[in-house]
């Protein structure tokens, strides 16, 4: 594994899932051009190695575009590390619209990022009518480096299914932490008026969610002593 201090891409090299090294780096990693390094900043992706242009050799770069340094959570002036790895033809790779997005055929995007190596967890661009539209990697079969193919089959997840399940994960913790919460309010009898009227909000939600059981037993036996007391210190602020 070698550290490098990472610079803007060629314009060139924009959206093509590349980063560029020097020869000597290259050697010293055990690439040769077109073979896919991991990089490791912040967070891990993947991409393929090429040279830089004569003028950059020996400074001890890496040039990325925008998307890599994202995927791998870091800035221009940073310092990564790179490793060679191998990484295999997907069979299928999931993805899930960041914006909104037209009818696509799912063929397309293997037919746009051929070749280009991925990661659970990366974003992707895709050339759009003179535009891009913009994807995260949700999954990968195998779940390992992959490299797309014209065999890799694409499928893009519903976007009201991202949505609930981005809202899903959001509020289930949170609700979590609330039923602790109150539940050991309302036994001391200290639940005031807005705890009462919080939980009731986040009910229907509470028990959508499948969370209901002993503990929701449980609040809502305490609430039945808390809700009058709760009343009054709310009647109390009122005054």
């Known amino acids: ?24 780096t290259m050697d010293e990693l055990g690439c040769s051009t077109g073979d896919v ?3 490791a900043g912040k967070r891990r992706t993947v991409a393929k190695c090429l040279p830089l242009y004569p003028s950059d050799e020996g400074k001890g770069i890496i040039r990325m575009d925008g998307l890599g340094r994202n995927n791998s959570g870091i800035a221009i ?14 069979e299928k790779i999931v993805v899930a619209p960041l914006e ?16 280009v190596p991925l ?5 992707v661009m895709v050339p759009y009518f003179g535009g891009r539209l913009t994807f995260e990697v949700t999954s990968t079969t195998p779940e390992i480096p992959v490299l797309v193919t014209p065999k890799t089959t694409f499928t893009i997840e519903d976007k009201k299914t991202t ?18 919460h109150l539940l050991c309010r309302c036994k001391h009898m200290k639940a005031s008026h807005e705890d009462v009227q919080c939980y ?13 059981g002993k503990i929701e037993r449980e609040i809502k036996e305490a609430m039945d002593k808390a809700v009058p007391q709760a009343n009054v210190v709310g009647g109390a602020k009122k005054k």
Do not use: H, W
């Open 119 to 123: 990661i659970k967890g990366d974003n």
């Open 200 to 212: 009731m909000c986040m009910c229907p939600k509470f028990e959508e969610s499948k969370m209901n």
């Open 1 to 24: 594994m070698i550290e490098l201090k990472v610079l803007e891409s060629y314009t060139r090299d924009v959206g093509r899932g590349v980063v560029r090294i020097d020869y000597a």
């Open 77 to 90: 002036g940073d310092t990564i590390s790179v490793r060679k790895i191998k990484a295999v033809a997907a």
């Open 100 to 115: 909104a997005i037209p009818p696509i055929d799912e063929r397309y995007l293997a037919d746009a990022l051929e070749s």
């Open 163 to 180: 949505i609930e399940k981005i809202t899903n994960d959001f509020i289930e913790y949170p609700l979590r932490v609330l039923e602790q």
């Open 37 to 39: 390094v991991e990089i």
